[in-house]
């Protein structure tokens, strides 16, 4: 009688699930509602100029495109091994103490940048080193929501005015239209236009700037390839902006109503999304030189 043998399954090995690191959020929400508590009337007049100066209307998108971008991250934030560092509470006693003496010297720039100083240290005093490295992204784009300081901007605007005054100028003069520049003024047969501040391109500048570095995270792994592009979208907005105060010249001499109000506003946008194109344009073209077209993993 033959005896039978028993018939040995292999059972499949369990999968190894490994714990997900114990992020600290009692601590992470009292630092938090802190932070906020203590910045609240910095913060609110910030959103307060979001509101009114377009210059910095984009200042909306800034920290919801962050957050998605850490969101996205979610799953590297929470493997790394939280190491509190604790020289962090000096960092946030130093964006105290310089949002103070903002407030004393009622210098803005500094009171807003003081809160991203603080942010930093609460991310130190939780999280530790590494969990700043995994934010270094969207924590450098953070500060394109604060508008640049007055003395700066200033520097900025009046050299931009003159270019595209010029630029408008010698175009004009080539395709036959008469005009006289004064500076930033352009005197043409129908009226006189005023290359003002707001027409000076600052704006498109500051916003294509961030879209840059968002447009290459999202759609090239390379690291380098964002401060390419970067750099690359100033000279873009320029001659963009440029084109756009000649542009207002022609149609000027044509009806002078569509040089100012809603066809001058529509104008902008235009212009804004043929500078867009151009960037992504640049990107292609970059992207396909040689040696240049494989691309690598972020790792900022």
Not at 31 to 42: K, N
Request: hydrophobic letters at 60%.
């Amino acid at each position: 009688m033959r005896t039978p043998v028993a018939e040995i399954s292999e059972q499949p090995t369990p999968p190894v699930v490994q714990a997900s690191a114990e992020i600290p959020w009692a601590a992470l929400a009292w630092f938090t509602m802190l932070l906020v508590a203590v910045f609240f009337p910095i913060l609110r007049a910030l959103v307060d100029q979001w509101m009114t100066d377009e210059d910095v209307s984009h200042g909306f998108f800034v920290p919801v495109v962050a957050l998605y971008i850490v969101w996205q991250r979610r799953d590297k934030i929470l493997a790394l091994e939280y190491k509190p560092a604790w020289w962090g509470l000096a960092v946030m006693a130093w964006g105290a103490l310089q949002a103070y003496l903002g407030t004393l010297a009622a210098e803005l720039f500094l009171q807003r940048t003081s809160f991203l100083i603080s942010l930093v240290g609460l991310l130190l005093v939780v999280g530790g080193v590494a969990l700043v490295r995994q934010l270094i992204f969207p924590l450098l784009l953070l500060p394109f929501m604060i508008p640049i300081p007055s003395v700066i901007y200033n520097q900025l605007t009046f050299p931009l005015q003159l270019f595209a005054s010029r630029v408008a100028e010698f175009v004009l003069g080539v395709v036959g239209i008469p005009v006289l520049r004064d500076g930033n003024i352009l005197e043409l047969a129908s009226q006189k236009l005023s290359v003002a501040e707001a027409c000076s391109g600052i704006r498109s500048l500051l916003s294509l700037t961030f879209l840059s570095l968002v447009y290459a995270y999202f759609f090239d792994g390379r690291v380098w390839m964002r401060w390419v592009l970067f750099f690359l979208t100033i000279p873009i907005a320029i001659v963009a902006n440029a084109g756009r105060v000649t542009i207002t010249g022609m149609l000027s001499e044509v009806n002078p109503e569509l040089a100012r109000g809603f066809f001058h506003e529509l104008e902008g946008w235009v212009i804004f999304m043929i500078a867009l194109v151009l960037l992504l344009a640049t990107h292609f073209l970059i992207s396909r030189l040689p040696g240049l077209s494989q691309k690598e993993q972020p790792i900022a």
